[in-house]
């Protein structure tokens, strides 16, 4: 007798030779589809945007439910969250905008409300400082800077490399939070002299940016996370080829349709500037 399974030896083997059903021949045609979607976004995708890629655009049938079930009982997880931790400091005695966003995240055209914010991350040199602008419209990352300190000249140098990009019109919103280096003088110089609009969260309020602060987390639990850096410049060229090639082009995103934010301004016939 197998004790461990207690079952007979010829019970075993005669399970062996039994006949797949033609259902578990599908499942296992279905796993190797959802494995390969799988790897092919790093471990990232969990059932509903695997279940979309396979269904919806690679016209593979199949039902939400059978590629949840499949993946779980193959043991296909996609990578866990991580706690959020805030980054700016909102302790400071600059004035500060009101909220003109006020939780407005539907936004119809590209280029009218940006959003920013700032992340630390990790590496053997020492942390590297990010902070990032997107599109509100669609989630996209127009601007992002990089470097060893969290000056002042961070979050100008994001904003200006995304107005280089974008040339957004005047009257554009900026939302933040209220840290001290969208707080300061050269950041607000920095929007007047293009006659933006800056708009703030409430102290304390995540939520009041919590689109920015979603792509922030997202890019720690996708990348950061996962990856040892041994140098700031090593950091730097990981985290720009996930950002332009990944997430900007690649990567779903369920509040757009299950689009990247690059395929979504294009279906929705906008030329927008990406100089």
Known sequence: MCRA???SRSGYYAYKKEPKSQRRIDNEKLLIDIRRVFL???SNYGSPRIWNQLNNVERIRCSENRVAKVMREAGIVAVQKHKFR???????DYPV???ILSRNFAVD???AVWVSDIIY?????????LAAVLDLHSRGVVGLAMEKTIADTLVTQAMRQAILRRNPDKGLILHSDRGSQYAGNDFKALLAQNEFVGSMSKKGDCWDNAVAESFIHTLK????????FKTRNEAKIKIFEYVEMYYNRKRMHLSLGYLSPFDYEQKA???VPTR
């Open 86 to 92: 805030m980054t700016t400091n909102s302790k400071h």
């Open 5 to 7: 399974l207690e079952v």
């Open 40 to 42: 092919d976004n790093n």
């Open 269 to 271: 016939g906008y030329n």
């Open 121 to 129: 991350i990790g590496t053997f040199e020492g942390w590297l400082y």
């Open 97 to 99: 905008w009101p909220n």
């Open 109 to 111: 055209r590209p280029n």
């Open 221 to 228: 639990v996708e990348l950061v996370h996962r990856n040892k």
